[in-house]
Structures are given as C-alpha cells and as structure tokens.
C-alpha cells in the first residue's frame, strides 16, 4: 500500500492548457509539499501545507495553484501550462517539520510540448 | 542562491571500498541535515541524519560527519555495495525557523562497480 501516491505519474500536455496532478498520503502525516525538479536536477520546495492551511509558498508563478480538501490531500492545479513547466513533480509528506525526514511519492514528469 | 551544494555529480567506486559524497552549505541557521537515496523513477527516500548538536550520527553502513566551521558534512558508505547506486541528495533545513522546509543539494550520481 502506497504511502504517498500521486497521479498521473506521467503526462504530456500541450502549451497553454490547464492540467491537475493528484497527491494522497496514508501515513496520517499533518503536513505535505510540492518539489519542483527541473532539468538541472534541481529540487526545489513549492508549497507546503500544514492542516489544510498554506505554510509555505514560495515565488512560484500564480499560475500554479495548491488545493488541500484535507490533510491526506494536496494536489497541484496549473494555468496556461509554459514550456518552462516541464519537470518531475514530487509530492511528500512529512509529520511536524520533518524531523525524521520527508516521505516522497514517485513523482509526476510533466512534459509541455 | 543556492544554500545547499554538491559539487560532484557524479562518484564511481568498486564494491567492497568506501563511498565519501561531500556537501557543502551557506546558511549558518541550518540546524538539522539530512541525506536521501533516490533511484530513477522512483521519489527519494530518507536515508539518515544528524543535528547540529552532533558531529557523528551512525546507522549501519551509513555514517554522516557534520563540520560546522566548514559548513560541510559527508556522508561514508562502507562497504559499498552495488544496490547503493543511486542519486545521493544532501538536504538542509532550519527547524527553529519560522517555516520548516527542506533545501536540497543537486545530488551526486554514485556508481558502485561490481
């Protein structure tokens, strides 16, 4: 049983159309991100969400938009997708601030063409 | 800005010697250092940590040195065995700060030859 799953794990998508990535946590973890690894590897924090309330938001395009229905859910809503967006997006999840690390699902690569 | 670095992309080792992934950090608030696996296809996975308070944390193989003067600690394999391969990121965060996250390093590709 998966402990962060997130859908769909791949997608290819055409500029300036609007997708959603899905992310669900069964470990009863109280806080969840968004990683952003672009093509120079970076990993990058996006969001984080403690509670269903928005902690961290860091400057990403408002293009791109957090949902959390509850503290099992984040899932990641993009406007007017840019060729730029294209990346491996990583959901996680973590108890608290994450002492003992966060726990990442497998990713979502988003290819804009 | 990039606060947390791993100036090698890539390490090949044989099987059997020691694997020493290096990461170097700015921000002298971090007080809480982790180190992650990750295989293609796959999320990265916690591997282990060390706090600021400590120079040494150990579990198993796996053994992190954290330097503060040097802002630098390394993570040892030893032995290494071929199932290490994989991308190492080195991550860092401040856990007395106002928002906890974690700022990772660019990873190091290890190779573990047979």
Redesign the interface.
Known sequence: DTAVSQTPKYLVTQMGNDKSIKCEQNLGHDTMYWYKQDSKKFLKIMFSYNNKELIINETVPNRFSPKSPDKAHLNLHINSLELGDSAVYFCASSQGGGVYGYTFGSGTRLTVV | D?QVKQNSPSLSVQEGRISILNCDYTNSMFD?F?W?KKYP??????LI?ISSIKDKNEDGRFTVFLNKSAKHLSLHIVPSQPGDSA?Y?CAA?N?GGA??????G??TLLAVQP
């Not at chain 2, 928002?99 to 990772?104: A, E, G, P, V, Y």
């Open positions: 990039q809480y982790l992650y296809a796959e999320g990265p996975t916690f940590s991308v990121f965060s856990y928002t906890n996250k974690l700022i990772f660019t990873g």
